[in-house]
Every structure is written in C-alpha cells, then in structure tokens.
C-alpha cells in the first residue's frame, strides 16, 4: 500500500501580447517545496486604512513557469504517475484552473506543433513503449473517454459516429453496487492494442467534445473531460490479474460566473459548472477536515466518478494552471486556494490484484462438472484412483500387453485417470525397453519385441515378393521388346524384299516357330484396332498399369517419335516464356494506359497528353494481337504433343500383339502373375483374346 498525499503542481501560462503581468515571484527549491509569491498592491482608491493583503504565497511540489515545455511536465508529472500505473496502481492527473489558464493545452496539448502534445498523447506512447519492453507479461490496454456536461454524462468513443451534437451521443449514468462502487452505464471501453489505435480513440473523442464560445475564451471547453486508460496486465501460468486505471482529468473553467459576463443558456451551462466545481471543492474540503466521516461524493457526477482519486484507492496529482495576467490575478489566487487544500488529502493507494475471474469461472465449472458426473455414476470421484482401482488397472494391462491376438483391447471405461494412468505406465514399459527390467516387465519387454520382430519380418517379406514380382516383369518386359524388335527387322527384311501382307496373310515371322504362332502385321494391326485399345494397356479409367508403364517408358526412349516430342516441349517452353513477357509487359502498358486516361480526365485540355494516351494505347493493342497469336500457337503446339503420345501409345500396343504372338500359346502358362489382380486379369484377357484368334484362324485355315 502506498499512503501518500496528493502532489500539487502549478503552471504558469505565458502572457498574451496584450496581457500585462501581474507580479509574482517564483521560489523554485529542488530539494523541497516550491513556492509562489503573488503580489496584490493595496488599492489607493481603498483609502490609507486598508487591511488587505498584499502578498500571498503558496507552496507547490514545483512550478513550471512560462517557459516551461511540454515534455519537461510530461516527465516531472505524468511520468511518475504512468510508471505507478504500469506496476498495477490507480492514477489521477486533473488540471484545474480559470477558462484560458491552460487546462487543456497541458492535459491534451496544442495543435500547432508536434513538440504541444500535451500529457495524454505522451503518456499514450510511453506506455506503449513499456508494455513492448516487457516481456514478461501480457497486457490488455483499453480506453473510455467520458464527457460530463450540465451534470450529464456522455460517451465520447461511441465508435459509430462521428456526433455532431453531444445529444447524438449515448448518455452515460452513474450505478453503485452494494459494496458502493461506482460503475458507468453506457460508457464503452475500446481495446487500443497499440498507440497509433489510442491516438485515434483520443482524436475520435476530442472531435466529439463539446465546444462553445464564451467572451472569455473563443474555443473554451465548458465540460469536464475524462479520458481514462485501463490497463490489465497478467503472468503467463500466474493466478493473478492486476487492473489499474489512469485518469487525465481536464476540469471545466473555474471562474466565476459575473467576471466571465455570460447570460442565457451559458449562464445555466456556468452555473453547473461552477455547482459541480463547488462540489468538488466541498469533498477536498470534507477529506481534509480529519473528523468528517461522511464525504459528499455523491452531490456531482463528476465527485462521483472521481471518488477513488480524491482519499481512495488512487495515485493523484493535481496540476492548477495559472494565467498570471493583472486581471486574473484574483482567480489565480482562488486556484492557488484551491490547490492548498487539495494537497492536504491523503490517499491510500494497494496494488489492484485479483484471482484470475476466468480461473475461478474454471474452477466453479469443474467443481459443477465433477457434482453432475458424481450424480450419473453414483461415485464420487477423486483426483487420485484409489489402491483397489490401481490394483485392478495392473491386471487389465498385463492381459492386454500379453495377449497375442493383434486385436485385442484394453477397456478401462470413460475415466481419464484411468486412461492417463494406462499411458503412462505403457510409456514405462517402452522406455525400459533397453533396460534390464525384471520379472513382468521383463517378460512384457520380451513380448513386444517378439511382435515387433514378427511384424518386421512380414513387412520384409512382402517387400521382397513385391521387388521380385517387379523385377519378373521388367524382365519379361525387356525380353518382350528384344523380340518385337527383331520380328519388326524381319519384317522391314521381308517387306524390302518385296513379299507382300496382302499375298500370304500367314507369313512364318520366325522360320522355327510353330504354326500356330504365326502371325502378320497387318493382323496385328487388325487386332489392335478392333480391341481398339488393350484392357491392360488402357484401363477404363485411362491409365496404363504399373508394369505396363514402365515398359512404356522403354519403349518411348527408343522411339524416334520422342525425339518430336522432346523437341516440340522445348519449343513450348519457349513459346511460353515469351508468352509470360509478353503479357507482363502487356499488363504494365494497360496500369500506364489506365494512368493516361485518369491524368486526361483532369486535364482534358491537354492534347498532347491525350495523344500519348493514344500512342500508348496504339502500342497496347499490337501487344494484345502478339500475345494472341502466341496462345494459338501454344494450342498448336499442345495439339501436336498430344498426337504424336497417341501415336506413340497405339505403336507400343502393336509392338505388344506382336511380341506376344510370336511366342506359341503353350508358352502363355509360364508367363509368371504379377499378384496384382488387375493387371493379371488384363493378362488373362488378353491371352483369351489371343486364343480366339488363333482359333479363328485355325478354322479359317482348315477351310
Ligand atoms: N503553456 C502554454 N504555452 C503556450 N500556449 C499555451 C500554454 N497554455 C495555454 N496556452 C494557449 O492558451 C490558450 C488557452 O489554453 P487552453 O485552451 O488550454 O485553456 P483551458 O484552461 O483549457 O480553457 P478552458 O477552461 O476554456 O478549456 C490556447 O490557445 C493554448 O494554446
């Protein structure tokens, strides 16, 4: 807990051209107090007897004066005050002073320059720096900006709109809980996760203020303002959340209604003003007064809202701005009254802790949880699985891990202990694996090397029958090609020497073989055509079995129509990637053109501008027709590809009817099965089909 009084600056606003000083001195002590000396000289029109005052001092934690900078007060007042926020307490800072003193400029700051941001935008950046620094925590960062007029409250941040009366915005109203704290109906807070999103919450509430002209100041803000920022901030795995709040307070002008020489709707707008100051005024008075033990917080909404930064909970900080001009000095010196007594309040400020609310909802959840599954079992469980409950998960366990069958299980119920208890102790057993475990374990480490063994071996197994069967068929497959080729250059042999399909339909390919595996090239292109294509060549969803690609692949390498293909792929390559240019350039001209034409747009005059838009677009089409003619061809192209394969697949069936039918029928049963049912089923089809024909012409020969 921090017991401390609250801290009271003054700062003295620079003077106007037309403002003649009022006399005042400044004792400036680093070491202790401040003090300022305001001098009143005895009015001669008085007479000689007068007891007035002439000189009144007041002591301040420090004075800025004049000169004094934005970012000097930002570190010797908001600095502090941000840094206690920061470590979890609450914080007020409240400017109070006449219309024009100053209030505004230092709790906001000026528009003119970068170098005016008054507290609130530095205060919104160092924290935001802090909260990148650290690490350690997690942070959440909202604001509320709260605007209280003639005794009503506003939201400042209604994010729909921008207001464009303070009647558009959602009033805000005040609720006490029975603990008599106070909660704010109706005032949003918005997540800023960063400053740049602070900044614009504060632009959007600023732009929402109310702003009225009085004689005293053109642009003076006759409401009190509140712009608060609520930090949380949380231990990643601790159990404690702290929340603190920072308030920067820019109080409504202080003056008295006859000087400001309003009437009307202002003089109402003044009164409440003033009611709600002399509210104020009547708490500080109350909290200084050590016997009172009633506080009138409760006579204003802005007492009410500021109950914990005046003797509650809260770091506060008063800044009481002064325009030290000949014709303000008696407001001056109500401020300097003012700040006196406020500095005289103590406040008492604790590190804002408390358990995580979402931990508690968890924990009253779990609890609700384990009544409800205490009520459907009729058991009410503990954390802890009980001697008998271990006892009986060992047997389960044993059985299951010894049992050889592959599937069986291990049912413990919907326990998760019971579950979690069962993975642990199989994780023990796998890691002890390498270990010298003894009696069940060891037998249980045994036993599941045995089945990992035996798994192993079936796996190796299976792939060795799967590498033999590949490799039967690679073979089959090559010796398949041999011979094909040695029956086309027979063939080539006998075609140059003049003997002709047409003349003897059952010319011998090979003088050895048997009749009966006699067969011709036209037949065979007969064949392949009216099976139009070969079930294990092309299947009915269009591909070519394993084995039969490969052998496909062979085939292509040492066709002379894959020296086309490869050739014209080069060609499409290229074609390509002149077509990517092209239309990359393509798209630059059209971003230049569509420039052109919203540069004519505004400048229509301009005929030359509108000639190269032209040109440009002249330019633009040629590139179009090109890049036309391109696709065309890269369809050519395509088409071509897709031929030439066609062709290629149809030859490589005529290679195969011809291989296989030079070899006799008999031979048909050694062909080795792949194992693969479907390509043996193509096989098989294929050998039956063979077999047909064979016959036919069996017949046709006996004929
Ligand atoms: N320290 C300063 N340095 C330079 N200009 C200042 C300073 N203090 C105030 N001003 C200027 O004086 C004018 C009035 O100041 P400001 O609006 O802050 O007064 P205020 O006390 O907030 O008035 P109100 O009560 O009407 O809101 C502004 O133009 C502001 O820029």
Redesign the pocket.
């Known amino acids: 807990m921090v017991k401390e009084t609250i801290r009271v600056y003054a700062?003295v606003?620079?003077l106007g051209r037309q403002q003649q000083a009022g006399i005042y001195s400044v004792d400036d002590n680093e070491k202790s107090l401040s003090s300022l000396e305001i001098i009143v000289p005895r009015d001669l029109a008085d007479g000689f007897v007068n007891n007035k005052r002439e000189s009144y001092k007041f002591k301040f934690q420090k004075i800025f004066d004049?000169e004094?900078k934005q970012d000097v007060v930002f570190d010797s007042i908001a600095k502090p005050v941000a840094e206690c926020v920061l470590a979890g307490y609450n914080g007020t800072i409240f400017a109070y002073?006449?219309?024009?003193?100053?209030?505004?400029?230092?709790i906001t700051g000026?528009a003119e320059r970068y170098s005016d941001r008054g507290i609130i935008p530095r205060t919104l950046s160092y924290i935001f720096d802090q909260l990148q620094k650290d690490s350690s925590k997690v942070y959440t960062t909202h604001v509320s900006y709260l605007e209280i007029y003639n005794e009503c409250g506003y939201d400042l941040l209604d994010p729909r709109h921008e207001a464009s009366g303070l009647e558009d915005l959602p009033k805000v109203t005040i609720m006490e809980d029975p603990d008599q704290n106070i909660h704010l109906k109706n005032l949003s807070l918005q997540q800023a996760t960063n400053e740049e999103e602070a900044l614009n919450l504060l632009f959007l509430g600023d732009t929402n203020r109310m702003i009225a002209e009085t004689p005293m100041?053109q642009?003076?803000?006759?409401s009190h303002c509140i712009f608060t920022i609520h930090i949380s901030s949380k231990e990643p795995g601790s159990a404690t959340v702290q929340h603190s709040k920072l308030h920067l307070v820019?109080l409504?002008?202080s003056e008295r209604v006859a000087k400001t020489g309003v009437g009307g709707h202002l003089l109402t707008e003044a009164k409440y003003i003033n009611l709600s100051l002399h509210y104020l005024e009547q708490v500080i008075i109350a909290l200084a007064e050590k016997k009172r033990s009633h506080i009138p917080y409760r006579n204003s909404m802005m007492t009410s809202v500021l109950r914990d930064s005046l003797g509650g909970n809260c770091l506060t900080t008063m800044i009481a701005?002064l325009s030290i001009d000949k014709r303000n000095i008696d407001e001056s010196i109500a401020t300097c009254r003012f700040a006196q007594r406020v500095a005289l309040i103590k406040n008492e400020a604790v590190l804002n802790e408390e358990i995580d609310p979402r931990l508690v909802r968890l924990k009253k959840e779990i609890q609700e949880l384990k009544d409800e599954l205490a009520l459907v079992t009729g058991k009410q469980r503990t954390s802890e699985l009980s001697q008998e409950e271990l006892l009986r998960l060992d047997e389960l366990l044993e059985t299951f891990l010894e049992d050889n069958d592959p599937d069986s299980t291990l049912d413990v119920g919907a326990d998760m202990r019971k579950i979690k208890y069962c993975f642990i102790h199989v994780k023990v057993f796998l890691l002890n694996l390498d270990g010298s475990a003894a009696g069940t374990e060891n037998k249980l480490k045994t036993f599941t090397v045995e089945k990992c063994q035996k798994k192993c071996n079936t796996v190796e197994r299976y792939c060795k029958g799967v590498k033999q069967l590949n490799y039967i068929l690679v073979n089959m497959l090559k010796k398949e090609k041999k011979k094909a080729q040695d029956a086309l250059f027979q063939l080539n042999a006998a075609s140059a020497c003049s003997t002709v399909f047409e003349q003897s339909p059952s010319i011998n390919l090979e003088e050895s073989q048997s009749p009966s595996s006699c067969f011709s090239l036209k037949e065979a292109k007969d064949f392949s055509s009216s099976v139009h294509r070969l079930p294990f060549l092309s299947r009915k969803t269009g591909k070519m079995s394993l084995g039969c690609q490969e052998a496909f692949e062979v085939f292509k390498q040492d066709h002379a129509d894959s020296i086309t293909i490869e050739d014209n792929k080069q060609l499409l390559k290229q074609k390509f990637a002149e077509a990517k240019c092209l239309g990359e350039k393509l798209n630059e001209v059209r971003i230049k053109i569509s420039e052109y034409i919203l540069t004519s747009f505004y400048l229509l005059a301009d005929e030359i501008t509108a000639f190269r838009g032209y040109g440009k677009r002249f330019y633009y089409k040629a590139m179009f027709n090109r890049v036309k003619g391109l696709k065309i061809e890269i369809e050519h192209l395509q088409l071509l590809i897709k031929k030439v394969k066609m062709k290629l697949q149809k030859d490589f069936e005529v290679w195969c009817i011809l291989s296989y039918f030079r070899t006799p029928p008999s031979s048909s049963t050694s062909i080795p099965l792949t194992g693969d049912s479907q390509a043996d089923a193509d096989i098989l089809a294929f050998i039956k089909a063979r077999q047909n024909i064979l016959q036919k012409k069996g017949k046709s020969c006996q004929k």
């Open positions: 700062r606003k620079p004049q004094a002073g006449q219309t024009g003193s100053g209030k505004t400029f230092t000026g100041n642009a003076s803000t006759r820019d409504a002008g701005t």
